[in-house]
């Protein structure tokens, strides 16, 4: 459990300095439209956008894949966190302070200890950094690196003595914690423990809160081995989810709808000085599927910047499945044989480099060109073998009918037809895609033009999100017009009569509204949210409330709620017309007599709301 204090009080602060359109906007690229703000969804792979976020009400909405509710939802749906999490990482982002009941717990206390201890190992290392003279201020001047670059970026200096970081921290930290942290190496006969980090440029591996986390120490001196040494696995430093650079590179990716994927750090540094300021990387290791989803989060388009050597274009290959499944439109800028980016830099100049990126291939022409299934003097087998490996890559491609554009290109270039590429389709040979998309009428199971494609955006938010069957669409506009706000909420609360309502939702979410506070003419929604538990209700309400629909008038509301009276009405007129023949049968004078007027006293009444 959480020891925050998340009261009412705090929770209203947090209302009033969160920007929603900001949050949101650092994972998913919204244009102004109207009012409100539009952008692909980030929860789900569409090529249209179809969600909508309006500042003013402080609620998102995508009317595709029915994800919506307010910012703090948006945290917990887009970084998994619970609900004291999503609120301390806003509080934490917009300055807002939040009490604490209790002490925290073990694990809490923990974490806070190691985030604090990386954070002095990092002042620590860039104050060495500073110092006149050094290995590591030498190397940099050497590659054309200014000092304040590497200041801006977080990167350091690890001097080559054996204690220096536990020597310069002063003991302010358990020589235990340092260990956990990574900072310092346990000895492996007797006592004690040493630094990790000797005698290497260090950069700085920050969490997606900008928190230093870890540590990439590339080696000053040729018999340094590993040439690049990360921090290990820590309770704060999970390598597969991270990205180096990731919160200094958000703002220009944001910028220039696209993202640069480097290899290592190094890599990064020379584009960034190449004026590439929208590069990130995987610190040396192969893109992982959870590093994929973040690139998704950011940019609709991902430029691979790797190695030029076999083992860059190998790992390019690999990057490209894991992007590929998250729906993003992938480019692969071509370097030298055997050439970094950082080689490319000093040798051709930044603007070189630059460019490299901004003429960079879409990923097919690449791959055919680097595997080169036409090649005149392979063997048959060989060339098989080519074209299987470009079909695997493919194979990541969720939507079917853009993998199976794909293939015929492929089909251009290999002078293999379309439907021999496609029964040997990866997906289709598992039976996945028969599982998923049904049965196909096209040769080779081509995809059809009906039925539903593998990977389509659920139903939320497009049929009934509530239990108790489809709304009707009188009791679904009254809750709109109660969203809406304004002048009419004070007429619709006088002329609303619960048991005219028949959908039990619509019922809830009411009697929720008069609960939180939605009597006056501007509606709380986040106050609302927080009073829901099911994401049905939420999706129900942030759409309905986003949705476009007409000014209601004064005439709208009360012809709204004659409506209502009748089909109510009519729902008793049945009623009473069914107990007249059971009385009938039961030959029940009184009963039948009373029974007949009121039918009769209905019947007035329907007929007054008809006119």
Known sequence: MSDLDINDNVLAELRAVTDIVEVIGEHTRL???GRSWKGLCPFHNERTPSFTVDRDKGLYHCFGCGAGGDVIHFLRQVDRL????????LASRFGVAIPRRVSRGPRDELREKLLGAVAAAQRFYAAELAKPGNRAATYLEERGVPGSVAKALGVGYAPAGWETLAKGLGGAWP??????AGLLQPRSEGRGAYDRFRNRLVFTIRDDRGRPVGFSGRALSPEDEPKYLNSPESPIFVKKRLLYALTDAREAIRRRERTVLAEGCFDHLALYLSGVEETV??????????????LKKLAPRVVLCYDGDSAGVNAARAALSHLLAQGLEVAVARLPVDEDPDDVRRREGPEALAARIGEAPGYLPWLLEELNPGEARISAEERKDRIRAILETLSAIPD????????????????????????????????????????????????????????????????????????????????????????????????LRTEHLTHPGVKG?????????????????????????????????????LEESPEPTREEVLRL?????????????????????????????????????RKQTIGKRIVELGR
């Open 561 to 597: 709620f004659r409506r209502l009276e009748k089909k109510h009405l009519e729902r008793e007129q049945a009623t009473v017309q069914e107990a007249i023949r059971r009385a009938e049968a039961a030959d029940q004078g009184d009963e039948l007599s009373r029974l007949l007027e």
């Open 82 to 89: 619970d609900f004291p999490e999503a609120v301390e990482a």
């Open 281 to 294: 990387a995987s610190m040396g290791t192969a893109l992982t599927p959870e590093q994929a989803g973040k």
């Open 400 to 495: 079917r009918i853009l993998r199976y554009e794909e293939y015929r290109r492929v089909s251009q270039d290999v002078g293999v037809p379309v439907e021999v590429l496609w029964s040997a389709d990866p997906v289709n040979r598992s039976g996945a895609a028969a599982r998923h998309a049904g049965a196909s009428g096209s040769i080779g199971g081509s995809p059809s033009t009906t039925g539903t494609l593998p990977g389509a955006p659920g139903t939320l938010g497009n049929g009934s999100v509530l239990s108790g069957g489809e709304i009707p669409a009188a009791e679904r506009r009254l809750l709109q017009l109660l969203l809406r706000g304004g002048e009419h909420i004070s007429l619709i609360k006088g002329q």
């Open 175 to 180: 020589e235990a914690l340092l260990v956990e």
């Open 509 to 545: 979410l009411i009697e929720t509204f008069e609960k939180s506070g939605g009597e006056s003419g501007t509606v709380d929604f986040h106050r609302y949210l927080a009073h829901l538990g099911e994401p049905s209700e939420i999706s129900l309400v942030s759409r309905l409330a």
């Open 31 to 33: 244009k102004k439209a």
